[in-house]
């Protein structure tokens, strides 16, 4: 059955609408000059037919002829099969020709003479029996008379005859070509909607998560960018689609993770499987795992606000090296269990850089807990504050295993880790993907410089508050 509302019948009726009214338009327009160029040649036979007329009626007044054989010869001459001429005196009677046509000269009105004879001419279209008839009145001067001024008057009935043979040839010309030119155009609709059809049923095989069928639309124009684009648009959700199932395969193992372990030292404890003297102990490790579930619980929360723009940034002049100082100081226990050493180069002067403090602690705070986590034990962490131009310039460099070339694009991906092994250090795999967009925000471009083996370096820029302000 087929659909009212689809592209297809749209397309396909507004074509034929189209065809159908530009042949109408055709067809008024081609009758209108039918008219006017038949109408042209019949006045053009009638000032010829009266010059004519009027030469012979001369001619014979002159020569003497009695009246029946003058009649007679002038019948002749004004009787025509699609036309009746009448000539009427300067009085405003029938002149030269008895009044054999009766019905016709009905027709003729008297007012249409007398116009005529002060030499106006009258043209009027009739109606009679359904036939179309033109009634028209010229003046005509006959010198042989004693008065010259007389009215011509001609009915042309034939005008039918001479226009509906053409008039029939022109419809019948547009009918064949409509047709002819709607098969075409419903070929060609069903041509140029095909692809439409194609793009819909793999629209719905998306909406179905099926992102393995690609468009095969081999052209150049507007729908063939449209199945490009198509295209491109299922490669990106089948990308998200991975991403999703990997985000919740990850967030289902870190929260799994240290969840599995609280349970079992409970149920441990519970049974008294786990001595009084150790329990302290894993009380402790009980409470290093709340840690890192609250911490992954709050670093989600951070990025989904940060992912649909709910966090606004409060930018305000702030002093970033006493800030620097202040995160150092609260990184100390780390520092201490990890046996991790930070050198901590400020600036000659106290920086004052215009930002968010709190969101660029959290920057702060994620890229120096990084790099103690990708750091040996033993190994020194150098942070470096320095004034560069009209930016604060801030550096974090570790001495750790580094990144391989191959996973440095994907270090901002949600919950990528490059060292699996190492991942139960309270890492989320969200610190430096919350780092980005917090950078981002502040329109602040981040760079990274990693040699596998010897280490990772981080380096972004604050602007300056003064220099901001200037």
Known sequence: MINRKSIFIKLFLTSLLILFVSFLLFAVIFNYLLHSVLFKNYQESLYYQRDQLTTYINEVSNQGLDEDTFYSSLALSMDKDDQTTFIFGPDGKLKFLKDSHQEILQMVDREYVDKALKNEEVIKKVKVNDRHMFITAIPMKIESEANPNHAMVVVFHGFDRDVNPIRLLNFGAIFITI????????????????????????????????????????????????????????????????????????????????????????????????????????????????????????????MTQMESNQIKLSLKAYNISEQLRRVIAKMEPELIKYQIEIDFLDSENELEVLADSDRMEQVLTNLIQNGIHFSPKGSKLEVILTEKENVALVTIKDNGKGISEKDLPYIWDRFFKVDKARSSKLGTGIGLSIVKHILDQHGIAISVKSTFGRGTTFTFSVPLANKVEK
């Open 179 to 302: 047709l002819v030119t709607g098969i075409i155009i419903f070929f060609a609709s069903r041509k140029i909607t095909a692809p439409l059809r194609e793009l819909n049923e793999n629209v719905l095989e998306f909406a179905k998560g099926d992102f393995s069928k690609e468009v095969t639309i081999d052209r150049k124009d507007e729908i063939g960018q449209l199945g490009a684009s198509v295209n491109y648009m299922a490669k990106e959700l089948a990308g998200m689609e991975q991403a999703r199932r990997e985000f919740v395969a990850n967030v289902s193992h870190d929260l799994r993770s240290p969840l599995t372990s609280i349970k079992g030292f409970l149920v441990a404890m519970q049974d008294g499987t786990i001595p009084e003297h150790r329990r302290d102990h894993y009380l402790t490790i009980m409470k290093h795992e709340t840690d890192r579930l609250i911490k992954l619980v709050n670093d989600l929360l951070d």
